[in-house]
């Protein structure tokens, strides 16, 4: 054996007998590491809830809003709320505007004399002509209210006028654009509603079958005046 193969045969018989490093002793490849501050440790998840069918567990109720868990504060339809409040019957003739009160008294003055030719200058013309029919009228207004009349001159018609500006009237779309004061105030009344009294009145401008008749239409029919604020009368009219 050669002093060459001699040598590496007793290196390799030491590392044999070399006793093993045991693996406590090993340490990690960046010491560093070992050092760092763990945090916190996290709790354990809870355990799923197994639903009756062994399957996922059944989703929670749906949490509907009630009228009861509502903080906020609904108030009514301003239009509903309004059309429910009744029209006050105005029977103070000094509730009304200066210039529709003498309107009011022209007209009384006017069907007082029996002769329709004297509304002549109080129904207007043009686009402010007083409407005294639903549709067109094809002849001159005077000649109109005679040929509605229950007689040949119009007194019939005049009757009609003085006895309507005589009621309770009532005011239509008070502060607005069409601000009206209306005759009788039974258009704005349910006819079933009328108290003896109001009843008694409405008589005095129809008789009693008209008003069953009314009743059966829905609502008063017969004729009505309409003054605006500033004294422009408006319309002399039957229907509704």
Request: glycine fraction near 8%.
């Amino acid at each position: 054996m050669s002093a060459r193969s001699a040598a590496m045969a007793a290196l390799l018989m030491m590392s044999l007998c070399s006793p093993a490093q045991a693996l406590s002793e090993l340490k990690p490849a960046h010491p560093e590491a070992a050092d760092v501050e763990q945090g916190p440790s996290l709790p354990p998840l809870d355990e799923p809830t197994i639903g009756p069918d062994g399957g996922l567990p059944p989703p929670d109720p749906i949490i509907r809003a009630t009228p009861d868990s509502q903080s906020e504060d609904v108030s009514p339809d301003p239009a509903i709320a309004e059309d429910d409040v009744p029209l006050d019957i105005i029977t103070d003739l000094a509730q009304l505007p200066e210039p529709a009160r003498r309107m009011r008294e022209l007209i009384l003055a006017a069907a007082t004399t029996g002769d329709p030719e004297n509304l002549r200058a109080l129904l207007g013309t043009g686009p402010n002509a007083t409407q005294l029919s639903f549709g067109e009228i094809e002849t001159d207004p005077v000649s109109y209210l005679r040929s509605i009349s229950g007689d040949s001159e119009g007194q019939e018609i005049l009757a009609i006028l003085i006895d309507l500006l005589n009621t309770g009237f009532v005011r239509i779309d008070a502060g607005g654009q069409d601000e009206t004061y209306v005759w009788p105030y039974f258009v704005a009344l349910p006819l079933d509603s009328l108290t003896a009294p109001q009843r008694v009145e409405l008589l005095r401008l129809v008789t009693a079958g008209d008003v069953e008749d009314m009743k059966a239409y829905g609502a008063y029919n017969f004729y009505r005046i309409g003054i605006s604020p500033d004294g422009e009368w408006r319309f002399f009219m039957a229907g509704d």
